[in-house]
């Protein structure tokens, strides 16, 4: 969990939980990155979190949930989804599975589909929101689309706090990457996008994922231009490059002005938590471009190396 320090006042979760009572949008942190919430039920609400993020409708929202009981309501997961709801949440996992109740999450929130995106967020923050307002919440990443992820509630703010009439801050996200989503699609669980839980951690506990290109659509963050800064990104860069900004991963890189190290010590996990925030930093640096070291794909490099191929426009 996160820091016990930032433990949510009873004000702060009354006013959140009034906020999406009224249609309202909230900036919420998870522990994953920063999120967008509104009512996963109100069709006006999840337009004006479209409308703010300049989010294309065909990307669906993931609704969040308190826990297992909760997700049972709106998704019909099957024995292995369950058994890593069990095992990973709350925690960075979203489980995509046939919708069974329409009014819970509307069709806007689904993009039209006969699915649902579902998963329980690791923070406190975000967990005494959910039981407060007792309804699934949809919140994607609380930036404008197409930009990085935010991990820290000052990012946030500038990204769509304008639209938001309540925002919690929860500290620095501490997993920095999205959820990992996994399909309970046609008797298969199929992962959709690689994030926070590695795919050897899934299975691990569920047994092998199956192959399952053509269910994409129903993940969101799949766009072939994604969480990209303003500068162009290069990526397998052998080394820092004079003018431009570099991010490193592993020893030998020397931090400065331009350069950021993802992980000194080649760690994955502490890459995975800094990749956004510092996209952001060197966007922020003025330089005309970022390159970026190559990053083991295993593990959680491989939800890394998605982003990035993603942000450098390299994925369709």
Known sequence: ?????????????????????????????????????????????????????????????????????????????????????????????????????????????????????????????????????????AAPSANRSGRPSPTAFADAMEETGAFAGAALDGGPCRVGLESTVVGDLGGELVLLRPGGVSREEIEAVAGPLAAGAGDAARSPGRLARHYAPEAPLTLNAPGPSPGRAFLGFGPGVATGPLTWNLSPTGDLAEAAANLFGFLRAADRSGAPGIDVAPVPDRGLGEAINDRLRRAAGHVG
């Not at 009572?21 to 109100?42: F, K, Q, R």
């Not at 337009?47 to 990307?59: D, E, I, L, T």
């Open 1 to 137: 969990m996160n820091d016990p320090a930032r433990t949510p006042s009873t004000d702060e979760i009354a006013r959140a939980a009034k906020a999406l009572a009224a249609g309202e949008l909230v900036i919420l942190p998870t522990e994953t990155v920063y999120g967008l919430g509104c009512d996963a039920g109100n069709p006006r609400a999840v337009a004006a979190v479209f409308a703010a993020k300049g989010r294309p409708r065909f990307n669906p929202m993931i609704a969040h949930v308190t826990g297992l009981e909760a997700a049972l309501k709106i998704a019909a997961l099957g024995p292995r989804a369950i058994k890593l709801a069990e095992a990973f949440w709350p925690g960075p996992l979203t489980l995509v599975a046939r919708v069974t109740d329409t009014s819970a999450v509307c069709d806007l929130a689904r993009a039209g589909l006969d699915t649902v995106a579902v998963r329980a967020p690791d923070h406190p923050l975000a967990q005494a929101v959910l039981a407060a307002f007792g309804r699934p919440v």
